[in-house]
């Protein structure tokens, strides 16, 4: 089978990281994968034996920047022998206008929870972006990575008319272990606290840093982050420039995740947060706001003990006291829906439906 995924470029980020694990179980499984890249930034180790091409040194925004995509993708000439997947609004609507033949779109978030947060401050933007998903999603081929995405666009959306398959992300559990065992020379040596994710309003650092104040805990807080003035200056508001640690981005995050004794996650809004089950295949302990949507989908039975009311600083303070007082997760911890696997069969299943 031929594979296409297309997306913006492999600068950081969950969403890169979950493309290049699908690419990797595909080709393991002896199938052809050509990674599309409508720009060259590449920050990860791409898997050998994918091809990789860059449609151009620097994607331009705008409708100028999507015709020319589209032009560019469509010139590729990928027919119906392909399977194509796009990640991330920008890359599905260039995708979209490019016209490919066995187009899927990979839905990584909640729309409405990002529409919903543009509303208190442009109502007039929200609505626009709403209109937008629904001329871009609307009768398409969808993967939701998790069910709370799925529902999301059935019922927040609305979409009527698209086919919308909940397909998890997948990951290599061994793999990631053989990582996390890698050594990290600027490892802190002293126990720490971890945070993995972009400087986003979404990731609510505000949030972690007020809860880690109201917890008083001994341990360093480290974010694996880039450092930037905004960040530099919301951790100085929270008097914190002594007990947090920005670390910067790490192409291999998880001798970080191992060493760890508790991760993070603050978020307001999810797709499927691959950090928290990456964090649970290194043995690392795990609290998370219940966000819409994936946290919940992750922690499971007694794990569920460790989501919190999203906002709500004290509850975050006291569930990561509790959590960093029990024991380390174990292996049985996993759902077995979220091996490679079970991923890379379930796109299988896409191409043989055509």
Known sequence: MNFALVLTNLAGGGAERSMLRLAAALHHRGHRVRMILLEDRVEHQVPAGIELQALAQRSRKGMVGKWLGARRLRQLGLGNDYLTVSTLPFADEIAVRAQLPNLWCRITNTLTAEIGSLRPMSPGKAERRLARYRRLYEGRNLVAVSEGVASDLRRGIGLQRARVVRIYNGFDFDAIREAAALREADLPRDPFVLHAGRFLPQKRHDLLFEAWR????????????????????????????????????????????????????????????????????????????????????????????????????????????AALAAARPGAAALPPEFTEAHMAQAYEHLVCEH
């Open 214 to 321: 109201r917890a008083g805990l001994p341990h360093r807080l480290v974010l694996l982050t880039p450092r930037s003035a905004e960040m530099d200056a919301l951790i100085a508001r929270h008097g914190l420039k002594e007990q947090v640690l920005v670390a910067g981005f790490r192409p291999n995050p998880y001798p970080w995740m191992r060493a760890a004794e508790l991760l993070v996650l603050s978020s307001d809004r999810e797709g499927m947060p691959s950090v928290l089950v990456e964090a649970l295949a290194c043995g690392t302990r795990v609290v998370s706001t219940d966000c819409p949507s994936g946290p919940r989908e992750v922690l499971r039975g007694e794990l569920a003990r460790w989501l919190v009311p999203c906002g709500d600083a004290h509850e975050l303070a006291d569930r990561m006291r």
